[in-house]
């Protein structure tokens, strides 16, 4: 039995594997520091239980076994925490969960659980096995057949009926991320959120375009199926994808020959699209990490620090900032921190390294350049053209 375990908790991980390994030793037990981690291993791997952990960053244990149901329904979870809070084992049984347990974990409760687990895995294993195998190749058959199909090429003798021949009519739905990062995790999400949604809505399958693209083919069982399905898929995507991405919907299809053209132009249309967002980088995330900067401009405060205080990753962070404020977040940073000190050399006489330091620059001459760069003056010369202004106000009549 292959064994994965999710938890941000080093001591954690190791203490639940060494417990398990001396129990059983002919057991895989694989480790995860995060969800991002765990859906590749969940990806490349033959996981049968996830042990996981409910609060990690990024993503909570339950949204992570929510979100992998449809991919790996044979998997057994186990959701682990530190909070006894009925909420969460109520949630953790609604989603199929096997056992909840408390940290810190009972060896005795650890071993007897994972001997049942063990038990349920072997017995379930002849008959999940060879449907398993069958879901994994059709999926990589129709991506690859489905990705050489939309970019023109040829597909030699395969044929594509199969894939939709119970289509009659349908409409491709194309998610696109923009990142300069890897989006694995986000990638899954995705799928996994849409596959949930056609089986909800009607019927139809998600492909992997590329990396950072993915498409469903969907056809729904109501007039209002497709609305009601974007609607939903959007709202999911802002609540847990922490990168701009982008959905668009094409006309109904009844013809599968099609398809190529239709998402070649979808790819082509992409490019004049406006991108959605995490919903909580938007403009209240943005007033909190503005309200944060200008509390603590006196520190070294960075982007990592202040994109952690808003829960957002620094490279998402970084894009929505500049969008909601105009400016980059180092400039920005430096905006406050000349506004301060135009402030103190206006109605103090602090000395210059005083200042500097108040405004966050342990170096003189370092805030002395970026005061010249920003205000073409140095602080010493905006210094003396106040005087020099005060003392012409004061012999005017």
């Not at 199969?162 to 991320?177: D, G, N, S």
Request: charged share 25%; with cysteine.
């Amino acid at each position: 039995m292959n064994i994965l375990i999710v938890d941000d908790e080093s001591v954690i991980r190791e203490g639940i594997k060494r417990t398990i390994l001396r129990a059983f030793p002919e057991h895989g037990v694989q480790l995860a520091e995060s969800p991002g981690e765990a859906v590749n291993i969940l990806r490349g791997g033959n996981i049968d239980v996830v042990l996981t952990d409910i609060l990690m960053p990024g993503m909570t244990g339950l949204e992570l076994m929510k979100l992998s149901r449809s991919s790996y329904p044979h998997i057994k979870w186990v959701i682990i925490s530190a909070y006894s809070e009925f909420a969460y084992a109520k949630e953790a049984v609604r989603l199929g969960a096997k056992d909840y347990l408390l940290k810190p974990i009972g060896k005795d409760l650890l071993v007897s659980m994972i001997g049942q687990l063990s038990e349920e895995v072997e017995r379930d294993a002849e008959q999940q096995q060879e449907a398993k195998m069958l879901r994994s190749n059709l999926k990589f058959l129709r991506e690859a057949v489905i990705q050489r199909w939309a970019m023109g090429l040829d597909i030699g003798n395969m044929d594509i009926a199969p894939f939709v021949e119970r289509h009659h009519h349908f409409q491709l739905a194309l998610i696109k991320m923009e990142s300069d990062n890897t989006v694995q995790l986000e990638h899954f999400i995705i799928e996994n959120v849409l596959n949930e949604l056609i089986e909800r809505y009607g019927e139809g399958f998600v492909t992997s375009l590329d990396g950072k693209s993915l498409l469903g083919l969907i056809t729904v069982s109501t007039k209002d199926g497709m609305k009601s399905l974007v609607d939903e898929l959007r709202t999911h995507l802002k609540n847990y994808v922490k990168v701009p991405f982008q959905i668009q919907l094409s006309d109904e299809i009844h013809h599968f020959d099609n398809i190529p053209a239709v998402i070649q132009q979808m790819v082509r249309d992409s490019g004049t699209l406006e991108f959605d967002y995490y919903a909580p980088g938007g403009n209240r995330a943005m007033e909190v990490a503005v309200q944060y900067i200008r509390a603590n401009y006196k520190t070294d405060v960075t982007l990592e620090k202040v994109a952690s205080v808003v829960f957002l990753n620094p490279a998402y962070f970084s894009q929505v900032f500049k969008q909601k404020t105009g400016s980059g977040f180092k400039e920005y940073v430096t905006g406050v921190r000349m506004e301060k000190a135009v402030h103190l050399l206006e109605h103090t006489q602090l000395k210059l390294a005083d200042i500097a330091e108040k405004i966050g620059y342990q170096d003189v001459k370092h805030f002395t350049q970026v005061f010249r760069k920003r205000m073409n003056v140095t602080p010493t010369e905006y210094r003396q053209r106040l005087a020099a202004e005060s003392g012409i106000s004061r012999v005017c009549p």
